[in-house]
T-cell receptor, first 115, second 116 residues
């Protein structure tokens, strides 16, 4: 079974600083990987996805992630944090369950942006 | 383009009761997945419906069941509610054309279920 591990349940950065949220995956086949963001009392919004095309993936709101097979990582970055980036971020891998394609999520990283 | 909608937004039930949650998929999508997100955790896959049939299930007991309707909307039913069923229930829609379909799933805002 495929899985993802998010290192750091809480990350704090100052406004304007680099954001780095870590995700490592475990997969015996080329994975499809995703980052989602969840604002308080809301559902999940897709930030970006990796589907075996370019290894550097650009998403919405200035976020990007790089797929590194040698490190089995898919870390999320943003050069300059904004207050509006404060939210919970989930890394997920897509895998087959029966005839369905399901998402398996990490435990999440809560991002706090300090003024 | 209409996004994924869910109803109700909040629900309070007592242990042993039954509950039905509803989801309307995004326009153009034909597949619906349901996830349970307990407080402080990532979402867990419950099951997926395609062509009105369940085509995949996670590690959830049979008292979790669902339906998909011809217009691709869906229901999640939970019988004999337990305290641990308290969670945010998320519906996600996607498009599949045979096979396993595309990867991208779009989520609704969720239904917050509290079991007392």
């Amino acid at each position: 079974a495929q899985s993802v591990t998010q290192l750091g349940s809480h990350v704090s950065v100052s406004e304007g600083a680099l954001v780095l949220l870590r995700c490592n995956y475990s997969s015996s086949v080329p994975p499809y990987l995703f980052w989602y963001v969840q604002y308080p009392n809301q559902g999940l919004q897709l930030l970006l996805k990796y589907t075996s095309a370019a290894t550097l993936v650009k998403g919405i709101n200035g976020f990007e992630a790089e797929f590194k097979k040698s490190e089995t990582s898919f870390h999320l970055t943003k050069p300059s944090a904004h207050m509006s980036d404060a939210a919970e971020y989930f890394c997920a891998v897509s895998q087959i369950s029966g005839s369905a394609r399901q998402l398996t999520f990490g435990s999440g990283t809560q991002l706090t942006v300090l003024p | 383009e209409t996004g994924v909608t869910q109803s109700p937004t909040h629900l309070i039930k007592t242990r042993g009761q039954q509950v039905t949650l509803r989801c309307s998929s995004q326009s153009g999508h034909n597949t619906v997945s349901w996830y349970q997100q307990a407080l402080g955790q990532g979402p867990q896959f419950i099951f997926q419906y395609y062509r009105e049939e369940e085509n995949g299930r996670g590690n959830f007991p049979p008292r979790f069941s669902g339906l998909q309707f011809p217009n691709y909307s869906s229901e999640l039913n939970v019988n004999a509610l337990e305290l641990d069923d308290s969670a945010l229930y998320l519906c996600a829609s996607s498009f599949a054309s045979g096979g396993y379909g595309r990867n991208e799933q779009f989520f609704g805002p969720g239904t917050r279920l509290t079991v007392l």
